[in-house]
């Protein structure tokens, strides 16, 4: 099971949008619309921002916001805050009870 | 709160075993699968496989297969991942983390485990 590709590195000013990519394939995103999403600080575990593609867990900001498309699943930060910079990872459920996570972005507020 | 507790730093030669443990409260034990996730140093997030506490059925990925064992003892809440044959390549920040519908809600503080002579 091959990780899913994102960007290594996005950037975007304060209160603007930034997208981050997750693609997969058909036997992963493309099969399931059971993407999950983690934000993880350094030295600290992930924290679950978005589950099966575009629900947010309670307490979650609605500035965050995931949605899909055939083998790619995306993930939206509006109104960019300096507290947005840090890691990002999407994952995908890939069938008998199996996941495979992406290989991560670097988000930078500039 | 839920919970997950990991001990904090393992230490091991190359060739020994290892077994983490993560130990569940604030929550119905057997309501929630746990899964385990690796980090190497500057790396990214790998998905290594799940235990469920009501029937003890486990899953691994691939790449461990014959490697890993997962386990869980109910009694205790308490969930363990077992790797052998380790490696140095096997050093790595090891998470448990609680499977709600499909996705990761909540996390360990993480294990590191060093592997090295």
């Known amino acids: 099971q091959s990780a899913l590709t994102q960007p290594a590195s996005m950037s975007g000013s304060p209160g603007q949008s930034i997208t981050i990519s997750c693609t997969g394939t058909n036997s992963d995103v493309g099969s399931y619309n059971l993407v999950s999403w983690y934000q993880q600080n350094p030295g600290k575990a992930p924290k679950l921002i978005i589950y099966?593609?575009?629900e947010r867990p309670s307490g979650v900001s609605n500035r965050f916001s995931g949605s899909k498309s055939g083998n790619t699943a995306s993930l939206t930060i509006s109104g960019l805050q300096a507290e947005d910079e840090t890691d990002y990872y999407c994952c995908s459920y890939a069938g008998d009870k199996t996941y495979v996570f992406g290989t991560g972005t670097k988000v930078t507020v500039l | 709160q839920v919970q997950l507790v990991q001990p904090g730093t393992e230490v091991r030669k190359p060739g020994a075993s290892v077994k983490v443990s993560c130990k569940t409260s604030g929550y119905t034990f057997i309501s929630n699968d746990i899964n385990w996730v690796r980090q190497a140093p500057g790396q990214g997030l790998e998905w290594m496989g799940w235990t469920s506490p009501s029937s003890g059925f486990t899953g691994y990925a691939q790449k461990f297969q014959g490697r890993v064992t997962m386990a869980k003892n109910t009694s205790i809440s308490t969930f363990y991942m077992e790797l052998s044959s380790l490696r140095s390549e096997d050093t790595a920040v090891y998470y448990c983390?609680?499977?709600?519908?499909?996705?990761?809600?909540?996390w360990g503080q993480g294990t590191l485990l060093i592997v090295s002579s």
């Open positions: 099966e593609v575009n």
């Open positions: 983390a609680r499977r709600f519908r499909y996705g990761f809600d909540s």
